[in-house]
């Protein structure tokens, strides 16, 4: 459960250091919209890091769904932050093919969902959880990282080894 305090801790802070490209909240007060694709690791845990909370002057707003769901690809384009559980690592392609120039920060589990298609991968390394960054899937997805976040990270190129960065 601690590890998955921490992930929900995560996914909600990185609300804090993206940009996300004007046009991607309909207004300034627009939820930030944070969506669980598959099995869902937090239960309640992610509904409880982000209940009450603000980032400016925007709340948060939870979805879940799965690629077994009719409306998932609608569902899923709605997402500002989408964190895509293992069970639906087969699905990979119709996911990425639904959001092709849409903005959303796509978060997995290791360094391999980080290099191969994902922005963020979470890893658990001598019991703490690890960051990799693929910067160059955010910026393909229109985001920009902040540098707080880029220094806490190990930045992952998909054509070169992974390399520490920061801390």
Known sequence: MKVAKVKAAFLYNFSKFVHWPDGAFAADDSPVVIGIFGEDPFRDVLDNAVKGKTIGRRPFTIIRTSADARDWRSVVRTCHILYVADTESSRIGPLLESLANIPVLLVGEGEPFARSW????FALEEGRV???????????AGLK???DLLGIARLVDPEAGARRNGK
């Open 118 to 121: 994902g922005s963020i991968g």
């Open 130 to 140: 690890v960051l990799h960054i693929n910067r160059r899937a955010a910026e393909n």
């Open 145 to 147: 990282l902040g540098a």
